[in-house]
Nanobody, 111 residues
Framework: EVQLVESGGGLVQPGGSLRLSCEAS????????MSWVRQAPGKGLEWVGA???????YCADSVKGRFTASRDNAKNIAYLQMSSLKSEDTAVYYC?????WGQGTQVTVSS
């Protein structure tokens, strides 16, 4: 069974950092690009970033310079390192592999 499980969300103050993890199972992790998508309260889905199978990462303009996607193929885990967090980063964050989505992890940025 293909499965993605996110973790690492929580409450953080503005300017703080968090690292989200996405543990993958049921497929050859190293062969697939992994993406991160978020949904803020009352808003639609927003693509945040991705890392391809070669290790090249990309991020949306809204988070560029603050967020970085990475991966550890030995552990089958994708990461989203988030720094300089802002209140507008508050959202449920999902990792995905093509049409497979994780359950999401809540990130709340508030003082």
């Amino acid at each position: 069974e293909v499965q993605l499980v996110e973790s690492g969300g929580g409450l953080v103050q503005p300017g703080g950092s968090l690292r989200l993890s996405c543990e993958a199972s049921g497929f050859t992790f190293r062969s697939y690009a992994m993406s991160w998508v978020r949904q803020a309260p009352g808003k639609g889905l927003e693509w945040v970033g991705a890392i391809n199978s070669y290790g090249s990462s990309y991020c949306a303009d809204s988070v560029k310079g603050r967020f970085t996607a990475s991966r550890d193929n030995a552990k089958n885990i994708a990461y989203l390192q988030m720094s300089s967090l802002k209140s507008e980063d508050t959202a449920v964050y999902y990792c995905k592999q093509r049409t497979i989505w994780g359950q999401g992890t809540q990130v709340t940025v508030s003082s």
